[in-house]
Each structure stands twice: as C-alpha cells, then as structure tokens.
C-alpha cells in the first residue's frame, strides 16, 4: 500500500472510531498523528512524533499500525500506560474499528503464577527445604494456590490485592531460574508460556521497555517476530533499556541460588562457602557505593568474582551428577541449573575487559548492586532495533538529544509534532516568583514555606508538590502539616495507589512526592489544582552512569547534551500531570529563580505545556482562588 494510501485509511477508520465517542470532538492533531504513523509505517521509515498532552496518542498509534496488517510490539515505560492499553483502548478499538484484530500482553515470567512450583509445595516426599516463612505468609500462599487453579491468566495484577514478595516468589520463578517450557513437565499449561502463545499469533503485543530490553539482551528469543514496535512513552527509552540490556551482580543473587541448590543437595558444605563469598563479595563493593569503578577493577573484586566463579562452576557440575527418578526434585535440580549458568554468565561479563560498557556501584552499603550498563545504549538499538524494524516514537515530551542518545539516524526517520488541544493559556498559569532567593542561600527554604503557603491557602489544598530529594521532601512535610490545615499525604503514610486514590477522593488533601510522581499519574478534574516544583528537577551530578556519558562527549557539551534535556523532560512531565482534560485548570510554580534568570531558561519554558506566565504572587492567588470558588 502506498504512504498516501494508507494515510487516508488511517484517517477514515480513526474518525469511524471516534465518532462512537459520546459527544465526540475531532482531534486535528491525532489525525495528523494517525496519518503520518501509517504513511512511515508504509514506507518503512521510521517516525519520532511528540504529541501534546490530550492529543489521544494511544488510538493515533494503534490505529495505522492494526492497518497496516503487521505484528507489531507496543512498550510503555509505565505499568498504568500498559493496563489503560490492555483494558481501555485496544477493547475499544476491538469494537469500534471494524477490522478484526488480536492483541496479548506479555509480562516478565515472575509476574505470573508457577505451576511446577505449586506442585513442588504439595509434593512434601521430594521437598528438602523451603525457607521458614511465617503462619500468615503461608495462608497467603494456600490463597495463592486456590487462586492458581481458578485463573486463566496466572498474571497476579489480577487479584483484588497485591500479595506479599514472600508469598509470591514461594509460587513463581524468575527468568533466571526457569529452565524453560521443552524442560518442565508442566510447561504446556505454564502460564508465562500461555501468554507468550497468545502473542505469538497476536497482531498487537503490549509488553514494557524493561521486557523489550530483555528480548534484546536474549538475541530476540523472547517476544514473536515483529516488523513494527512502538515505543510509547519513548523519554524513557535510553534509561530504560540501559537497566534491561546491562547485569547487575549481588549477594542477592548468590544467596538465591545457593537456596536452590540447598533444595536438591542436603549437605550445608556445598553453599555455606559460596553464601560466604556473596558476603565478602558484597563487602567488597559496599564502600564504592555512588562510584564508577575503572578498569580494571579494584582487586578485591575481582578476587572475590573470580571464586564465586569458580564455585559456582563446581556446584553446577554436582548437580549434573545428581540422579533421581522424582519429578518435582529433578525440575528444582534444572532450575538451580539454569540460575546457576546465568550467574556464570554475568560473572564472565564482569570479569571481561566489558568494552563500551560502565561499571559502577548504586543501593547502600549494606545492600550494593555492581551494575554493567552499556555507555550508549544508542549502538545496542542501532544494531537490534533501528535496523530491523520500523520503529514510532512517541512522548509529550521529547528531547532534541534524544535521538542521538538512543542511535536513530534522523536522515532516515520522519520528525513530528503535535500540539495539545487543550488551552493553556487561559487554563493555566506558570509561576516563578519575583523576589525568590537562589536555591543554596540560607534563607531559600524560609522562603518557600512562605510561598507554599501563601499558594496552597489560596487553591484550597489541592496540591502536588514535587521535590527533586527525599530530604527536601520530607522536610516539608513537617513544615506544612504546622502551617496548613488541609491533609497532606507522603510515601511513608500509604502504598503509591492508596495515594493517588485518597488524592482523588478529598479535593482539600495534598501529595507531597519526590520523583516517582512526575509521571505515570493522573489527577483530572478539581482534585488539583496546583503544582508545586521546589528546584528544577536536574539529575545529580555524580550519577556514576552519567558522570561516564559526561566525559564520553567532553564536559564543554555535556550539560547541553545530557543535563539540560534530562531536566527540561521531567519538568515538563511534571509539570503535564496539571491540565489532563480540557476542562482542567490550575498552576505550575517553580520555585527555583533559575528558570527566570539562567541563559538556558527558554530550553525548559519550551519544553514546558506553552502556560500563561507571571512572576507576580498575587496574579497566581487570585487565580486560584477564582478555581476554587467556580
């Protein structure tokens, strides 16, 4: 089908689907979304598309890509964006679209139920050990059990409330240690298996980036063929898959194993040294916590991998050597195995020259993590991805460095840009106060207890405020609960959706949040009405990952290469959880001076929803009081 061909079928059959809509309104900007995502995905070009909040880039994407007859792979960076797909939009377009279409959603194996595990627990004569686990923790299990027989998922997001990590990991398996559907005897009926099955003829799969960069890193094993994959959410492509493509090594992940092995071999001589060894291994990295390590790396460490290694190796090569006759101990004997051989194989990575990749060292020193995370991410993508599908990119925000940083060649990939539909400069207001201190002056924080106040009085409560540290935000949490009368909830009070749902619920009660909140939330309506950022969101300047891209691309470039749209991205993301329908009104105040006053301050205003703007408090009282009375 020609490019213009398909772009008129796309644009007729999104218009069949919206017009089904209850006081449906055409969207000019999803339309020429819709229409430019089928014309590229006809040519095999592929397309970056920043798309302004409201803009419905959900249906823009999936609409051209249904059309166009091929598999294509959806990721989101988010669990909410993967379920508004999975529940929402894709059941919408099933009804609406009149072309018969199927989708599956694929998740990482330890979200899903374990057959072979659940037979294992009921099988007490092949059972050598199993961790202590307490009288409630083993009723959520024999829930868990009952609940496995009666679903047709397995998937646990579909229990009325989310199990404890003990309770789900007696009855699941990670990828790690599950040695695969041609080993396990219940690997026709394995539900991770099922949803892989499903995908396998699906015409859409739904999975996140975190899965996608495992496909990548298994050489494409994990999800089906697929000519197009979308990328929603795409800001978060390079972190993302950084995490996903790179290994991360652990006392955690020696403990875990040495558990295995202690299920299938009762002798303690065979794990205590290697639980030993993840212990001084861990002592090793703890001190080089926030630190990049050079190569080579520092002696104790690599002393202490080169003998977890080679006990590792030697444990691996008795269990070959175990023989027995009972199923269930022969499938804990394939899966200590497999967990086994792929700890080797990240121990080998470690302890190579890892080439193009960063060593370092995040978690506290009681719990460290070495990770090994590819420098450029963009050389991973070029070679897996750009030059093998026909790739959508798509995000409120995307930065002007994005390209360059994930390796896709803009001289073969169409640009575009959609504006919101929604009217933000008579809805809404950004705010940066006049007479503001600088961020380190001692009287900076006096100041914007002040200003908190004086704004949050005047909406009524109703507020996100966002803090680029934990201590910040905490610290304010104190503050405020003595000076306003209205509620104000933190991480520590409730779980995340126990948040967002008493935020929803109250229009008076206030979040207090740290980074976990600039995206990935929804509070449409009257429930907010103010936004609260306290400095510009950039990343912290000794982010060892980052420090190495630093220097990669010379510090004369680094801060407008990388700092600059970091920060520029997550103050627009924060600053998009404001005005979610076109109904919505309210503030955006940064109380951070350098976005009136910095040589850079129009990178992050434009980047920013285009806001009414003022430095003056009392223009943002009164507007906000006006919202409040309507």
Known sequence: MSGSLAGKEAIAALRQVTSSFDGAEERQGQIDMSHA??????????????????????????VPAILSGETAVVATATKALQDQLNSNDLPLLEKHLGIPFTWAVVKGRSNYACLQRINE???????LEFEETSDRVNKEIDELIAWSKKTKTGDFEELPRIPSDRAKQAISVSTDECPGKSRC????????ERARDAASTANVVVVNIALYGAHIASSGNILPEHKIVIFDEAHQLESS?????????????????????RRVIADPMVTNRLEELGLRFSGAIGPHVG??????????????????????????????????????????????QTQGTRLTESLDIALGSFEGYVAYVEGSEERPILRIT???????????????????????????????????????TEVLTVDSPFDYEKNSILYCSRFFPEVKSPEYKEFLYDEMEALMTAAGGRTLALFTSNAAMYAAIDAMRERVPFPILGPKDYPRQTLIDMFNADEPTCIFASQGFFQGVDFPGRTLSLVILD???????????????????????SFGEIDLPMAATSLAQAAGRLIRTDTDRGVVAVFDSRLATAKYKWTLINAMPPMNKTRERPVVEQFLRDI???
């Open 535 to 557: 400095k510009l969101p950039f990343p912290t300047p000794t982010d060892p990952l980052l420090e190495a891209r630093r220097d990669a691309i010379g510090r004369d470039k």
């Open 37 to 62: 995502i089928a014309e590229s995905l006809a040519s095999g070009r592929s397309i970056i598309v920043q798309a302004g909040t409201g803009t419905g880039k959900s249906l823009g994407y999936l």
């Open 628 to 630: 409040t009375q309507d």
């Open 241 to 261: 898959l950084s995490d996903a493509v790179g290994i991360q090594l652990t006392n955690g992940r020696v403990s875990s194993f040495a558990s295995s092995v």
């Open 121 to 127: 627990r009921a099988d007490k004569s092949a059972q």
């Open 291 to 336: 630190n990049r390590l050079q190569r080579p790396l520092p002696s104790s460490i690599v002393e202490n991998m080169s003998l977890i290694r080679i006990e590792v190796a030697t444990i691996i090569n008795a269990l070959r050597e175990l023989k027995t006759d009972n199923e269930p101990t022969q499938q804990r004997i394939y899966r200590a």
């Open 185 to 192: 005897p219940v690997g026709a009926n394995c539900f991770a």
């Open 374 to 412: 590819p420098l450029h991410i963009g050389e991973v993508l070029a070679t897996n991805v750009w030059n093998e599908h026909t790739a959508v990119l798509t995000s409120a925000t995307v930065p002007h460095s994005m390209p360059e940083r994930v390796g896709l060649p803009l001289d073969g």
